[in-house]
T-cell receptor, first 113, second 112 residues
């Protein structure tokens, strides 16, 4: 069975600080990895995804994530956060077709202006 | 429509009652998914439809939960004899066969 762990439950940063959110997964098959974001009062939105190829994936709004197979990790990064990045971030692993998702517990990010 | 639509947005029901939650996927999306998100947790997979049939219902917690998609478009999640532990946000999502999954805003179910 697949599982996803997000070790940081709450993160508070000041604007312009750098961000790294941890994500570790366990899955026996071909890995498809995702980061979703949920802004306050809004639905889940896809930030970025990894299916194959370059392990450094760039997403929307300046976010990127790096797939490190040896560490079973897919950490999310942003060099300089903005107040508008305040949201909850979910890492997820998909099945071979990439569409049935197992989510981590989420990390709530608060960016102070 | 432009996105995945879920109705109602909020539902309060008494313990033991029956509820139906509706999902209207993006037009043309063949795949439809239901997830449940409890407070402080990530979404949990419930069931996946490809067309009219349930391709995977392994996430349904017990036989009080059932979902249908009779014409391959709109889906209804049905919960019988609701319990307080069923309180959660129920999320619906849809995708084309190979495209990204798009989520709706969810139905917040509160069982009192």
């Amino acid at each position: 069975a697949q599982s996803v762990s997000q070790h940081n439950h709450h993160v508070i940063l000041s604007e312009a600080a750098s961000l790294e959110l941890g994500c570790n997964y366990s899955y026996g098959g071909t890995v498809n990895l995702f980061w979703y974001v949920q802004y306050p009062g809004q639905h889940l939105q896809l930030l970025l995804k990894y299916f194959s190829g370059d392990p450094l994936v760039k997403g929307i709004k300046g976010f990127e994530a790096e797939f490190i197979k040896s560490k079973f990790s897919f950490n999310l990064r942003k060099p300089s956060v903005q107040w508008s990045d305040t949201a909850e971030y979910f890492c997820a692993v998909g099945n071979n077709a990439g569409n049935m998702l197992t989510f981590g517990g989420g990390t709530r990010l608060m960016v102070k202006p | 429509g432009a996105g995945v639509s879920q109705t109602p947005s909020n539902k309060v029901t008494e313990k033991g009652k029956y509820v139906e939650l509706r999902c209207d996927p993006i037009s043309g999306h063949t795949a439809l998914y239901w997830y449940r998100q409890s407070l402080g947790q990530g979404p949990e997979f419930l069931i996946y439809f490809q067309g009219t049939g349930a391709a995977d219902d392994s996430g349904l917690p017990n036989d009080r939960f059932f979902a249908v998609r009779p014409e391959g478009s709109v889906s209804t999640l049905k919960i019988q004899r609701t319990e307080r532990g069923d309180s959660a946000v129920y999320l619906c999502a849809s995708s084309s066969r190979t495209g990204p999954v798009t989520f709706g805003s969810g139905t917040r179910l509160t069982v009192v």
